[in-house]
């Protein structure tokens, strides 16, 4: 599943994106005029309805979190700024810089170019929360990122993520082809990883993790795609 600039040269490169990080360079480009500004870290959205459903509570009190694909940084910032010490790692350099732009005056938050395994793999910080928004966890294996998450998280930690509500029997690694963000062709393939809620669940507790809420979050109005919301803990002992 997951980055104040000027328009970015890599974000409005000639060419369609050969690696995965030049495709997510191309997330949310800015198409105005002079320095971009930042987006509004007023509230913690896990969908893509503004204000709809839960917020940041369903991470609990943590002290220490890390997000999996911050691309802008919105949430990342939201607990920064309620005390919270945030570490939010993106796959894109891009993404990084931007978000370092715009809240290089918020205390508490860093923001680090890295691969969301690679980045668990080496960190020592355990982390009382783990979470994606649409971000690093829908696109990577949860065979390889769910064992590093368990290891990252302190005891009781929450690990929570969203993502577009699946597509009934497309479950597993699901290829975006054909078009990339700027609309041109891209012979580049892009993996998701999607599964209905029970599913998620199974996988979750064949990892060690506990107290599962897993469950499709209707959208405002039922015509639109929902979100798929997942909680899970790690045991305290």
């Known amino acids: 599943m997951d980055t104040g600039p000027t328009i970015l040269p890599r974000s409005f490169m000639p060419h369609a994106p050969m690696s995965p990080a030049e495709y997510w360079d191309k997330y949310k480009p800015f198409r105005g005029e002079g320095v971009q500004p930042a987006p509004q870290a007023d509230r913690f959205d896990w969908t893509q309805f503004p204000g709809h459903g839960p917020g940041a509570e369903i991470l609990g009190q943590p002290l220490r979190a890390l997000e999996l694909g911050p691309a802008e940084g919105k949430e990342a910032a939201y607990l ?52 994606s928004v649409w971000g690093a966890v829908w696109f990577t294996d949860p065979e390889e990122l769910f064992p590093p998450i368990v290891k990252g998280l302190a005891p009781g930690g929450v690990f929570a993520f969203s993502q577009a509500e699946p597509v009934a029997g497309a479950y597993g690694p699901q290829q975006m082809h054909g078009k990339w963000l700027e609309g041109r062709e891209s012979e580049l393939t892009v993996l998701r990883w999607q599964y209905a809620p029970e599913m998620w669940a199974d996988i979750l507790k064949r990892h060690g993790f506990t107290d599962i809420d897993a469950h499709i979050l209707k959208a405002p109005n039922l015509k639109d795609m929902g979100t798929l919301m997942v909680r899970a803990c790690i045991p305290r002992g």
């Open 80 to 131: 920064a700024q309620r005390g919270v010490e945030v570490t939010a790692v993106d796959f894109s350099s891009v993404q990084v810089d931007r978000a370092r732009t715009f809240w290089k005056d918020t205390r508490g938050l860093s923001f680090v170019h890295r691969e969301a395994c690679d980045y668990l793999a080496s960190t020592t910080t355990a982390y009382d929360a783990i979470y």
